[in-house]
Every structure is written in C-alpha cells, then in structure tokens.
C-alpha cells in the first residue's frame, strides 16, 4: 500500500473497521449490544441538535487543557530544578514515581473530598501528566554533551547562550516528545474523571447518561467525539511541535 496516496489508504483502513464493525452488530443483533454505525451517526447528528452537546465539548476541552498546560509548566519548572539540584531531586523524584504507579482511579476518588467537582477534571489531568513532564525535561537537562558544555565554558559564551545555544535544543526535543505522549492521557484521564465526578455540562457525565439508560448508541456516539477530539488536539499541537522543530532543525528523541 506504500504507492497508494496516504488519504486513500486512511479512507481504506476506516472503511475496513467500519465493515467489521457493521458485521459485528449484524451478528450480535441487539441495539442495545452493538449499535451499527448508522444508527451511531444518526444518534450523533441528533445529539448536535441541542446546544448542550457544544457546551459540554466545550467545557471538557477547558478542563482537560487547563490541566494539561498546568502540568506542563509546573513539570518542566520541577524537572529544570531537580537537574541542577540532587537535594531537590531526592525529595521529589519518589513522589513522581508514587503518582505514576497510583491509579487514576484512586486519585479521582481522593479529589472528591478534596476539591470541588468542576475542578477535578483538571486536577487528574495535571496530576497525570506532571511526572511525564517532569522525568523527561530532568533527562534531557542530565543528558545534554558535556564536550558542548566544555566548548562553551572555552569559548566564553556565557550563561544565556550556553543555555539557548546546547541545552534548550536538546531539552525541546525531550519536552515535546514527553508532550506527544502525555496529551492522549491527560484526555483520557480528565474524561474518566468527569465520569466519575459527574459535572455540569461535560463529555464524561453524557457518558455516565447514556450508561445508566442503556443508550449505547448515544455512549458509542460521544465515544466516536471523545476520538474526533484527541485526533484534532494532538494534530493540531503536533503540527506546532513539528514546525518548531524544523525552523530550529531540533531532532526528535522518543519519550
């Protein structure tokens, strides 16, 4: 398929699974079950009927990337001082790896008594992506050519373009790797907290509805927006990155 134009072969995989998909409710034969995808469609199109459908894309958007942002501050601020800094880093270093390994679960039920429910969605996502932040900016600071430090310390450069010149090159390709990664979790997390949390006007509380009065159609149609979303984020954020990228010629380094 490497001939056929990628459009096309991106219309040819989703005509694909949307086959299976057709074949699969056909063979469960229940609604209620597996919805097929037109009944999914049409469900989605009466939904945006109604204002309150846009208000809650909206609303969960704000959070999610409230929170997401939030992080990624507070992550590369944390991250700059642990790499210079081992007293810090000793402190902090265990606290991160606590929050990576506790459930999201077990994090969204604490902020229930902590804060209020509006806010919690933005919470779990800040909470969720702050170690992935953090760990990659504290690598790429740690990892940076210490014979381009060396050269910099000979030639005199100084410390603003020692800074811009070798370690924010390095860090950004660190930094936007950890961004890419974090961005499907912080949505994934912020709606699963929404869930939960049950707020007004949110993708997460439509989901708990449609749970509750066995709409499957409805859960498989805000599912279908939960995706349409992350997909136009993270290509949205990652065009930005890749721009950046080649105007500064930054490679790209996994997280």
Not at 37 to 58: C, G, M, N, R, T
């Given at each position: ?19 299976v ?25 009466e ?29 590369t ?101 950890a ?39 409805s ?27 080649k ?9």
């Amino acid at each position: 398929m490497k001939k056929i134009p990628f459009i096309v072969r991106k219309l040819i995989v989703l005509s694909f699974w949307i086959t299976v998909w057709q074949l699969i409710a056909i063979k469960v034969g229940k609604e209620v079950l597996v919805p097929t995808p037109v009944h999914v469609i049409l469900k989605l199109k009466e939904l945006s009927d109604d204002s309150a459908f846009y208000l809650s894309i909206l609303y969960s958007v704000r959070r999610i990337l409230t929170g997401f942002l939030c992080a990624v501050l507070f992550g590369t601020l944390l991250g700059m001082i642990c790499a210079f800094s081992d007293t810090v880093n000793e402190f902090v270093s265990p606290v991160m790896s606590v929050i990576r390994a506790t459930p999201v679960a077990s994090f969204i039920i604490l902020a229930l008594v902590w804060i209020t429910r509006e806010n919690i969605p933005a919470f779990i996502s800040f909470l969720m992506v702050s170690p992935i932040i953090f760990g990659n900016v504290k690598t790429g600071i740690q990892t940076v050519d210490k014979k381009l430090l060396e050269m910099a310390i000979f030639f005199k450069a100084g410390r603003f373009k020692t800074i811009t010149k070798v370690y924010l090159p390095h860090v950004t390709s660190y930094l936007f790797s950890a961004v890419k990664t974090s961005l499907g979790i912080a949505w994934k997390a912020g709606v699963a907290a929404e869930v939960l949390c049950f707020p007004k006007y949110s993708i997460g509380r439509n989901i708990y509805n449609s749970k509750i009065y066995l709409e499957t159609d409805s859960l498989f149609a805000w599912t279908l927006v939960i995706i349409v979303i992350s997909i136009i984020i993270e290509g949205i954020v990652t065009l930005l990155m890749d721009i950046y990228v080649k105007r500064h010629d930054i490679k790209h380094v996994k997280a």
